[in-house]
């Protein structure tokens, strides 16, 4: 599905660069990414976990940063399917963490999970 869509935004002359990381921001209006100075009229940021770092190189977010964490899953492992799909948790809007759910993947197997540990290493964009 990913690769249609890719492939219909080419048609409308959409360039796609793999491997070219934001490394610094040149001017308001040009970047590093990669080894390449790329110009634009508008740029999005959404470097997931690195978002903030990127922001705070244009000005934005100067007093948050993101609280990483790391969760593990289990793998159900009785040969009796017990279910067939996905289960997730309401969410509790007073500690809205994702919860425990119990997931079907691709191949059939189930995971439930995650855990959550916090990440206190620093995050640097060679990560
Ligand atoms: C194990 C696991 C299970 C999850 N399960 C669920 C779930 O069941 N349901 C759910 O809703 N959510 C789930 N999530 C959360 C969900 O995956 C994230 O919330 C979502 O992917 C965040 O999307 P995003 O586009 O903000 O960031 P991402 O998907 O992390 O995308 C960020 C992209 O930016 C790229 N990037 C980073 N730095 C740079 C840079 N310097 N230059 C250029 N590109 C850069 C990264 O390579 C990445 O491709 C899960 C997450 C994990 C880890």
Redesign the pocket.
Known sequence: MINALKLKLEKLEITFLFNH??KRILSKNSII?GEKRIDYGMLVN??????DK?AKDFGFSQNYTLAPFK?L?LEFKDSERLVTRNIYPVPNIKNPF?GI?I?VKVDGKIKIG?TAAPCFRERT?KD
């Open positions: 990381p934001y990414a959404c470097g997931g976990l690195y978002a990127i969760g899953y994702l759910h997931t995650p964009m």
